[in-house]
């Protein structure tokens, strides 16, 4: 079994910042992939940011110079800092990861989902 928990969500002002976490524990080998995918309402889910184990980011065009990534394979944890937030990022935000656990299998596990909302 692997677990996945999101933390840091919450009510913010345009303009403010937010720090998103994630921790992932379990029967875990290895996790490849890291990603935060965020949902609105009426909304399909859609990649905000990812990173791979080597480190190499990708962030969505919307979120660029904005929102930063990072990970640490010792905690098994991935954040994703929040600045200059909109409202338009308003969503549920998701961690997603790609996990081998120890008997060699491989799957996407996803959290449960934190609310970050951005309203004056």
């Known amino acids: 079994q692997v677990q996945v928990v999101e933390s840091g969500g919450g009510l913010v002002e345009p303009g403010e910042s937010l720090r998103l976490s994630c921790v992932v524990s379990g029967n875990i080998f290895r996790i490849n992939d890291m990603g935060w995918y965020r949902q609105a309402p009426g909304k399909q889910r859609e990649l905000v940011a990812s990173?791979?184990?080597?480190?190499?980011?990708n962030y969505a065009d919307f979120v660029k110079g904005r929102f930063t990534i990072c990970r640490d394979n010792n905690k098994n944890t991935v954040c994703l800092q929040m600045n200059n937030l909109k409202p338009g990022d308003t969503a549920v935000y998701y961690c997603?990861?790609?996990?081998?656990?120890?008997?060699?299998?491989?799957?996407?596990?996803w959290g449960q989902g934190t609310q970050v909302t951005v309203s004056s």
């Open positions: 990173i791979i184990r080597g480190g190499s980011m």
């Open positions: 997603g990861v790609d996990v081998e656990t120890e008997d060699y299998m491989s799957a996407v596990y």
